[in-house]
T-cell receptor, first 109, second 118 residues
Framework: KNEVEQSPQNLTAQEGEFITINCSYS?????LHWLQQHPGGGIVSLFM???GKKKHGRLIATINIQEKHSSLHITASHPRDSAVYIC???????????FGTGTRLQVFP | DAGVIQSPRHEVTEMGQEVTLRCKPI?????LFWYRQTMMRGLELLIY????????DSGMPEDRFSAKMPNASFSTLKIQPSEPRDSAVYFC????????????????FGQGTRLTVV
């Protein structure tokens, strides 16, 4: 049983579309991270949140602790948003990040 | 700050050889993490240090793997002897968080070292 499930696994979009990536987890968490991994391999931390909603430019992350669910939204998507997006809850008991398998996003012009 | 710096970026080595991966964390960060990423298993935590002390190495796959952090600005991950199944991307990350469940801060990742063992 996976402790972190992301959906969809793969996502293709046209430039300008609104994107939503979902993450469900089964463990108790102290926070949840959204990471972005570019085709070159580098990993960038986009958000860390423990409640509510955070916004950074065209990116919005929300979390519902009671439902153990988080979403990452991208407004007005752009080809440069093409990357793998990884959800990583911070397990409260172990204080370790648990990684989802990632969502591969491709945005076409 | 230049961020977390890993070297080398790419390493190709023959089976049986010793491999050493290096990491320089962001200055002032208390915690350092080594992760391995493969297609099959995704990202896995290998070991993490807090204030240069190894706190949890339960993710280290075998005795062939060892990690050290001799000071606050440098860490190594060594594989001896290397095997083809060790081929992966190895990431180092650092975080200002201390060993406390009450503090949640972001982790900053290096660019990774792509290791290929042939």
């Amino acid at each position: 049983k996976n402790e972190v499930e992301q959906s969809p696994q793969n996502l293709t979009a046209q430039e300008g579309e609104f994107i939503t990536i979902n993450c469900s987890y089964s463990v108790g968490i102290s926070a949840l991270h959204w990471l972005q991994q570019h085709p070159g391999g580098g990993i960038v931390s986009l958000f860390m949140l423990s409640s509510g909603k955070k916004k950074h430019g065209r990116l919005i992350a929300t979390i519902n602790i009671q439902e153990k669910h988080s979403s990452l939204h991208i407004t007005a998507s752009h080809p440069r948003d093409s990357a793998v997006y990884i959800c990583a809850p911070d397990d409260y008991n172990t204080d370790k990040l648990i990684f989802g398998t990632g969502t591969r996003l491709q945005v076409f012009p | 700050d230049a961020g977390v710096i890993q070297s080398p970026r790419h390493e190709v080595t023959e089976m049986g050889q010793e491999v050493t991966l290096r990491c320089k964390p962001i200055s002032g960060h208390n915690s350092l993490f080594w992760y391995r990423q493969t297609m099959m298993r995704g990202l896995e935590l290998l070991i993490y240090f807090n204030n240069n002390v190894p706190i949890d190495d339960s993710g280290m796959p075998e005795d062939r793997f060892s990690a050290k952090m001799p000071n606050a600005s440098f860490s190594t991950l060594k594989i001896q002897p290397s095997e083809p199944r060790d081929s992966a991307v190895y990431f180092c990350a650092s975080s200002p968080r201390t060993f406390s469940l009450a503090l949640n801060t972001e982790a900053f990742f290096g660019q990774g070292t792509r290791l290929t063992v042939v």
